[in-house]
């Protein structure tokens, strides 16, 4: 079984059912609802990362760092990272796919800012993205990274086990919009994120669970909340 453990805002760990350690969007240490900080974090394998904005891209450098972790992310965001001494890194943009030793990573549109967080000149400001990954053994996961509700969506309808969607709002899509996105995508199972760290996107995601309905199992989780599927 793949496990998915939820650190708070848009940061998981995925482990893998071949062992692999993925952490998305790492931003533990200044984030108010992280139940570790990055010095909790064992090795990693890789880091996948949507955005450069801080609440996803704080740790990033700094674990890649010590863990030795390849971090995947745009080109603009791996260029940065590369000139902060950054060893591995591998580039990717909107579209575009590659297989990795997880399995298929494709970066997914995403509409949000692309500002990079410690880049001061400007010089490295990207498009945002998601992440779907169709793993060894034939589980699909989509983690839409911070986005408002798209059309696009609807191409990846019958393609995703589980989605990790936004619901906060004001910054991305509410949890309206985020139902939406589930008729659009049409997931096994959705686990909602980027709500709750400061009271700009404080919901309620057992409402968005009962809005949902039948559409798809909702799985709420705490931090340090695991999901396995």
Known sequence: MARLTWHGHSC?????????RILFDPFLDQN???????????????????HG??????D?????KRTG???????????????QGVENAHPMSIGGGHSF???YAKMTPALHGGEVAGDDEGKYTTMAGGWWLDLN?????????????????????????VALLPIGDNFTMGPGDAV???????????IPMHYNTWDVIKQDPHAFARAVGELARVVVLEPGGSYEF
Do not use: C, N, W
């Not at 990033?60 to 890649?64: E, G, P, V």
């Not at 034939?138 to 969506?153: E, I, N, S, V």
């Open 180 to 190: 939406r996105a589930v008729e659009f995508i049409r997931p096994r199972a959705v």
């Open 60 to 64: 990033a450098i700094s674990l890649a």
């Open 101 to 103: 030793s997880f399995g």
């Open 53 to 58: 904005h801080a609440d996803h891209f704080a």
């Open 69 to 83: 972790a390849t971090l995947v992310s745009s080109f603009e965001i791996v260029s940065f990272v590369q000139t």
């Open 137 to 161: 053994g034939g589980k699909r996961l989509y983690h839409a990274g911070d986005t408002a509700l798209t059309m696009d969506m609807k191409l990846l309808e019958g393609q995703v086990d």
């Open 12 to 20: 998981f760990l995925l482990e893998t059912d071949d062992g692999k």
């Open 32 to 50: 108010p609802v992280s139940d570790i900080r990055a010095a909790d974090i064992g090795d990693l394998d890789f880091i996948l990362v949507t």
